[in-house]
C-alpha cells in the first residue's frame, strides 16, 4: 500500500477519534463516569473499551506488540461485562484514561507506518486494509451507542453541523461532520410501493469491507408485496396510541393535549410529520398489526431499500431474526456475529441520524432485544401484494 494511502488510514483515523471527543467534550468526568443507565455502559467505559479494542488488533494482534497493561483486556470485554456491571469494574478513569487513549494511538500508528496493506497481503486482516476498515467502523459504532446515553444528560446539545462553526474552528474539523437528523417532513408521493416475486440477491459483496453476518451473498426467493414508501410518522403512531392505548414511545411525554419529546432534558413538541423513533420491536410489531399490516422481512426491506425513501432518520424493525447466511463463517472472531444468533435478537435495516455515513450500507445488519427502545429506531410496514 502507497504511503498515500497509509496517510489516508492515519487521517480516518484520527477524525474518527475527533468525532468521539467531540462527542464527550462538554461532559465532566463526574458525567464520564456516572452510571446513567443499566443498559448503557458508562461513557468512560466506551471510550476505555473504543481503546483497547484498538490496541488488541492494531498494537498486539497486527504489531505483535505487548499490550500496555495486560489487565486491561478483560475489563473492557464486551461479551464478559454485560454493561449493568461495567461501572463497577476497575476501569481506566479521567486523566488516565485520556493518556491510555493517547499512547495507544500513537503506537497505532507506528504500526501503521511498518506493514505491508494491499489487494495481495497474506494476511487476511491487512487485505485491503480489513482490520482498520473493521476499527473505524467499530468506534464509529460506539459513538452511536454513546449518543444514546446522551440523551440522558439535560442540556446536551449536539455538535454543531456544517456551516454552524465555533469561532477559530478550522472548516476541516470534524465536528462540522456530524450531521443533525434529517428534514422533518417526508416526501409526498404514493403510500406504498410495490415489489415483484423473484429472485434477488441478498448480502454483501465478496469485494470491500462488510462484517462476516453481511456474508455470503445469496439469492433468496420471494413473494410479491407492498411496502410503505416513508416510514411510519408520528402523527401515524400517535393515533394507534389513541385507538389502542399503546405506550408512548421512549423520551415522550404528554404535555396538555399533546405530546412532547423530552431527550436530553428538553421539552420540543412532537412533529407528527417526523417519523417516529424510540419504539421497540413489540411497539414496531404491534403499531404494524393495527394497521393491518406487518413488518417486513430483512430480505424484503434490502430488495426494496433503493426505492424506499426516508431511510437514514431511524433504524426501522424487521420481522426478521438475527440469523446466519448460508455459508456463514465467522471472521476474524466468533463474537461479533455468531454468538448473537438466534431467535432472542431482532434485525433493524437502514441506519440513523446519529449513524456515520461510513456505517451506513445497505446490506448492513444491526440488532438488538425486541424490548428495547432506547435506540434510534422506528419502522415502515409491509403486506402481501
Sequence with gaps: MSS?????????????RERTLALVGPLDDEQLNRVWSPILSPLAWDLGHIANFEELWLVQTVGGREPLDGELGRFYDAIENPRKVRGELPILRDEELRSYMTDVRARTLEVLDGVEIGADAEDPLLRDGFVYEMLLAHELQHNETMLQLLQLVDGYELPRPAGHLSPGQAPGQLARRFEYPPVREMPR???TIVIEGGSYEIGAPAKGFAY?????RHTVELAAFEIDRTPVTNGAYIAYMDATGAEPPTYWERDGAGWVGTARGRRDPIDPAAPVIHVSWHQADGFARWAGKRLPSEFEWEAARERLDGIGHGWEWTSSDFLAYPGFEAFPYREYSEVFFGDTYKVLRGSSWATHPRVARPTFRNWDLPRRSQIFAGLRCARDA
Design 4 to 16: 498515500e494511502s497509509k496517510a489516508a488510514i492515519a487521517e480516518a483515523l484520527e477524525e474518527a
Design 189 to 191: 408521493g404514493p403510500e
Design 212 to 216: 462476516d453476518n453481511e456474508r455470503p
